[in-house]
Every structure is written in C-alpha cells, then in structure tokens.
C-alpha cells in the first residue's frame, strides 16, 4: 500500500527559502516517478516540479523554474522540494504525487497516489 506523507511546511518573508519532503512508502523512488502539486485557496491544483523515476530528470513550472528544486534520497525514500526567493503567490498547500498513469505529468488527475498536503505561506 503506497503512503505519501508531506512535511516542512511553514511561515516565511519573502525572498526567503523552504524545504519540503515527501516520504513515501510503498513504492520505490527508482520506479516510480515523483511530482509536486499546489493548491491556494480558490484555486485548481497546479503543476508545480516533476522529477523522472530514478531522479534523472527534472521539470518546472515556469512560474517556478529557476528558483525551486527537486531532490531525492533513494535510501530514505525522500523526495524534496526546495524553494529559494519565495513570494506571496507561493502561498498554498503542496503535495507530492505518483503513480502517473497515462498522462502528461503537469496533470493533476493522471495520478493515483496523493500525500495530505502540507501548508506554505509567504508574507509580504
């Protein structure tokens, strides 16, 4: 049974920076690909990082791009996502995502697997 579990979330000025992990269980991050979602309130769930099975690969958002960063720890079974230059319209609640199933990987709903989210918030 695959669990994803989302930590790290938090309070932060902008300009600043944040990590967020995902622990998953389950399933292996070699095999599996691992992504990162956020929801502000009001909002769709948007695409935010992708990272390929075995983490040779990463995709952005552009509103993201060049300023967050995904990582893994295969003996841990982390994922990571770092947020350096953070702004208030980084505020949402992230999650990680796997299990992608005959889908474009921006696509919220071509995954099966979802953690409960974790709460990010960035003051002006």
């Known amino acids: 049974q695959v669990h994803l579990v989302e930590s790290g979330g938090g309070l932060v000025q902008a300009g600043g920076s944040l990590r967020v992990s995902c622990l998953a269980s389950?399933?292996?991050?070699?095999?599996?690909?691992m992504s990162w979602f956020r929801q502000a309130p009001g909002k769709e769930r948007e695409f935010v990082a992708h990272?390929?099975?075995?983490?040779?690969?990463?995709y952005y958002a552009d509103s993201v791009r060049g300023r967050f960063t995904t990582s893994e720890d295969n003996a841990q079974n982390m994922v990571y996502l770092q947020m350096n230059n953070l702004k208030p319209e980084d505020t949402a609640v992230y999650y990680c995502?796997?299990?992608?199933?005959?889908?474009?990987?921006?696509?919220?709903?071509?995954?099966?697997?979802w953690g409960q989210g974790t709460q990010v918030t960035v003051s002006s």
């Open positions: 389950g399933l292996s991050l070699s095999t599996y690909a």
């Open positions: 990272r390929t099975w075995g983490g040779s690969t990463s």
């Open positions: 995502a796997a299990g992608l199933r005959g889908a474009a990987y921006n696509y919220a709903g071509g995954y099966e697997y």
